[in-house]
């Protein structure tokens, strides 16, 4: 611009070429300026779309896992179903986007073109179901219910169905081995959520949009190791798809197996004895309601004595696993989940919590004796204990005189352990306690692991209750307000019962710990927290946290970790303590509340031990708890509204351990005809290739227990007619309270 | 043509008076060449075709199975490029003045052609003459060269004998009424972008030719104007429409018409500083950019060469648009002048526009980048503008 020639022209043509100039070099700067911006300044986030542009991922699903039962059964494997699936980015490099070929498959898996496009269809915002979700480079499933003849059609004429594959794939199944159903223990799988593929987006294990996960049980628990990890090999792509290289590929892992201490017929045993004493049990009479017995719900645990290991868990009622398999229909879910259904997802065993009736009675026992009072005693039983006006009485206020710790635990004397509670609660201040009130009653309830989860190996455990002054407090000021504004001095029972509650509910009441001493009031624990206690006491004192899981074993058998018992305390009593106790136990079902169940019973051979619970729940029947071991096993069965412990459950639990130890009615002992004599310890054997080996289990293991006569492979029979009659002597313990107790401060 | 400068610059000292030596004599076509123009012309024209044979060595169906067809070609095309440059050096921009009646007749009748059955549609555009072996003309890049020389001779006409100091009125409404002609039948093709380009070229022209301010300011109203009432009447097709609805918001149909702009930004955008080496850009190996060897050529060089070779194109279009301003200043004849201008005008928006709508800061047209992109009749018409320029420096009086 500085040598502007002379030109001769005018100065207004070249003042006009150098605003042209100037115009020009501005335009070039813009470029320039945003060629910068776009590179320099965005070229980080650019780079990492276009990255995303061009990789794609397929993913090879890995094989669940199997859950084996202790011998190697499996309780859960995968079944192999023909799946016939669409290549999308083969469909669409077809002139008419692969219509044409879709035509020919509907024909031939009998289905309408319709169904089969919508199937290949990618879910968006406008597109109502059914449509595809999942990656569109994924091969999208049309039906995983082909036949072979379909399947085989398909691979002839590959030539005719380009894109199409008909492969075998696994599907979850769960095949109730000799019709031990499990439900409730193996769990359940439903597809992952949006949120949680969001969630494990950036973890080692990121979950692909075609994956199930555990919902529950151990499905849920092990769903990290069942899972495995899905293969993927991430492709470059071009813009239509078509590939172009392979980036990297990682191979898929299968899922590890799981084996449980589990025994298929063990469990079945226990599945189909439940059942059918409560079935039993809605056949009798309930003097109190009027009514035959509801016996709505129940649950049994048979636990390793000595390690905590769970062998049977059923509980009732239940439901068949495999309805959630390939998606769960609406109506099934509605079965199982609505209001009607009574629950059956539910493991009662963990997940159903109670008032214990008197087999609690063991850890007051042991308070006791860990507050000073000598076992033997003498302590007085009689009829009835009053507090003030209040009169609590002995079951069928029978009295049996003075008695020591021991023969109060065998006849499940009320008033024996009313009196030392109530003499604690006043050495403790009452209702003003004092500052280190001992409240030894309830320490010991913690110490036995009461009120907190046992560890157990299954989600969603409940922790049960401990009623203490601490609870009382909280629970008071939770509830309060809505007890006083109810609470009404002179209304119904329930109003009377919230007037007094918002006057002092605050406060550890007389009456309070009195009913706690039998596993009455407030009290609530879980069949699998008594199950723990009582194999504490078969066992010498260890509170083990029960587990199903016993060891993880690699899909090619080489890799086994062993899942080893673990324990969270120690009961707190002396050994002495503890055998005193256990004899009196052994004394309950010999000559005691059990003892009409357990008539014949070869107690040299295998000594039993035993406490009968009936507790009471306000608006409801009475819970039946049965609460047994031997040096191996001990077994706690429930059932809700059930009527007494020993008259609902007693017969179930003694099937049980007749089968266990191939014991017949008549007390002779068959070895061959014994399941479980003694727990399984060996692990089941997985080989290199994937196949486990398993023992064959019979169609029906409870079948064969009651038809045994006719099947000399299957343990004697049990004859239910040949039981004892309940005598006055040996019924259940049944603890009446005087209705409307609480109205009176102790 | 490395060759030469380094022969130029060796022997232009020898003492011998050999044919090298009067070549280079001080009022030899040589030494008068506006070599910066040249040469930055010559290596936009080989960097396209690297950037053109990385667009196109895997599209199999575009390059009829051989990777070096466009390679080839877009070769082939800057050969026959500098022959047409040279072939107009030699004729000389004043001796074509007496031809320019019959160019501009023939380009006029050529864009015709377009709208008989002989012409054929790409890309929505029926700009285009198939010719046999493959060949296709687009006649609208030579019309660009034939409005500004059809224009600059009416307007010089007078001014240039000395009558008059500026193009009078009627003066202007000829060269107007030449320039909208061939406009009006370009845009029934429709071919919006090179109408633009004409448009822009028109202004150009007419600022150079001192024309009255009126006449200016009257056109740019009239431009937009017009092309306020093509967007109301309707007049452009929903494609148009849709380019610039994208160009507003890209995000606004990223599978649709905003895909070329969103894939382009994201191709140059990833590029960074250096780029990803040449043959080495997933957007481009994986064909995300639509039209790339053509249209988006920009966005391989943007992608494989980074800001550097980005930045680089823009300097080497810099180079020649500068060279050429200064061209249009230093020339004594207002002929030369309002060529010269004409061609900054038309050079300088199709770059603007072309890598202005790979950025994103433009709306999608179908304009090629001058020397990169792959197209014959643009390379030619690119190159007898350049022909264009080095006659009116060469002929310019020796005083300069």
Known sequence: ?????????????????????????????????????????????????????????????????????????????????????????????????????????????????????????????????????GSPYQPIPITDEATAKQALQIRERAEDFPGITAEPEAVRRYPSPGKANTAQVLGYLSPVTDDEIKKAQNTNSPYLRSDQVGRSGLERQYDKALRGKAGVTRYEVDNLGRVIGQAEADPAHPGDNLVTSIDSRVQRIAEYQLNEAMKEARKQHDRNTGTNYKADSGAVVVMEAKTGRVVAMASNPTYDPNAWVGGISAKDYARLTGKSSNYPLLNRAIQGQSAPGSIFKVIPTAAAVNAGYSFNGPYECSSSYSIGGQVFKNFESKGYGPISLGRALEVSCDTVFYRLSHEEWKRDGGTKPKKNANDWFYKTAHQFGLGKETGIDLPNEVTGRVPDRQWKLNYWKANKDAWCRTGKRDGSYAEKIAYENCLEGNRMRAGDSVNYSIGQGDTLVTPIQMATIYSAISNGGTLYNPSVGKAVISADGKTVTPIKPEAHGKLPMSQKTRSEISDALAGVATRGTAAWRFGGWPQDKIPMHAKTGTAEVYGKQTTSWFATYTKDYSIVMTISQGGTGSGASGPAVRNIYNALYGVSEDGAIDAKKALLPTPQKALPKVKTDGTISSPKVSKDPAKDQRAGKKDPNAPDPLQPATAAPPTPENRDTRRRRRRGSRRWPA | MTGGVNSFQVSGYGPERTGWTRLLARDSVARRLDWPILLSATALSLLGTLLVYSATRNRTELNQGDPYYFLVRHLLNTGIGLALMAGTIWLGHRALRTAVPVLYGFSVLLILLVLTPLGSTINGAHSWIKLPGGFSLQPSEFVKVTIILGMAMLLAARVDAGDKQYPDHRTVVQALGLAAVPMLIVMLMPDLGSVMVMVIIVLGVLLASGASNRWVFGLLGAGTLGAVSVWQLGILDDYQIARFAAFANPELDPAGVGYNTNQARIAIGSGGLTG???????????????????????????????????????????????????????????????????????????????????????????????????????????WIAVGLLQSIRVQRPMSA
């Open chain 1, 1 to 133: 611009m500085t040598n502007i020639p002379e030109t001769g022209r005018s100065s207004r043509v070249q003042i006009r070429l150098v605003v042209i100039q100037v115009l020009v070099l501005s335009l070039l700067l813009t470029l320039g300026g945003r060629l910068w911006y776009l590179q320099i300044r965005e070229g980080a986030a650019y780079a990492k779309e276009a990255s995303g542009n061009h990789v794609q991922q397929v993913v090879q699903p890995a094989v669940r896992g199997s859950i084996l039962d202790a011998r190697g059964v499996a309780l859960a494997d995968n079944e192999t179903r023909l799946v016939v699936s669409a290549s999308r980015t083969d469909l669409l490099k077809m002139k008419d986007d692969g219509k044409e070929v879709l035509v020919k498959l509907a024909k031939v898996l009998g289905m309408t073109p319709k169904e089969v496009q919508e199937k290949v269809r990618l879910c968006d915002a406008e597109t109502p179901q059914p449509c595809w979700n």
């Open chain 2, 276 to 382: 990803s080496g040449l043959f080495h850009g997933s957007q481009t190996t994986g064909q995300f950019v639509p039209e790339q060897q053509t249209d988006f050529v920009f966005t391989v060089a943007g992608e494989e060469l980074g800001f550097l070779g980005g930045g680089l194109i823009i300097l080497l279009l810099g180079i020649v648009l500068w060279r050429a301003c200064r061209i249009a200043r230093e020339t004594t004849d207002l002929y030369g002048t309002i060529v010269a201008a004409g061609i900054v005008a038309w050079f300088a928006f199709q770059t603007f526009e072309n890598v202005g709508m790979t950025l994103g800061i433009m709306p999608v047209t179908g304009l090629p980048l001058p020397f990169v992109s792959y197209g014959g009749s643009s390379m030619f018409a690119v």
